[in-house]
């Protein structure tokens, strides 16, 4: 599996960006995905997954940071997935990296991911 992110740059603090993820090298419909990030000096940290839950309903989780403010989606026939980013701060700013099947699997959505995209930097002024 191949990710590749993009649509990173540099906004004001209340701006918006639109992440993207294009995966290749699996079936995608079905698999769960995430986007992490990680700041200078921080560990990664989860940012929201989502997973499929059957026919057109899909469950999506966020961090209690960012929930309320970016929306994660998929487009199944593009093989891409997304991450809306509003009302964005300060404390936004690190680099975003679009991760593909837990690997704890279905139930270690905020864990470790096997697979990984190379990151694009989001950079938020104040």
């Known amino acids: 599996v191949q990710l590749q992110a993009s649509g990173g740059g540099l906004v004001q603090a209340g701006g918006s960006l639109r992440l993207s993820c294009a995966a290749s090298g699996s079936t995608f419909y079905n698999d769960i995905m995430g986007w992490f990030r990680q700041a200078p000096g921080k560990e990664r940290e989860f940012v929201s997954a989502i997973r499929w839950s059957g026919r057109n309903i899909y469950y999506t989780d966020y961090a209690g940071s960012v929930k309320g403010r970016f929306f994660i989606s998929r487009d199944n026939a593009k093989k891409t997935l997304y991450l809306q980013m509003n009302s964005l701060k300060p404390e936004d700013t690190a680099v975003y990296y679009c991760?593909?099947?837990?690997?704890?699997?279905?139930?270690?959505?905020?864990?470790?991911?096997?697979?990984w995209g190379q990151g694009t930097q989001v950079t938020v002024s104040s």
């Open positions: 991760a593909a099947e837990p690997v704890g699997g279905y139930d270690s959505m905020r864990g470790s991911y096997r697979w």
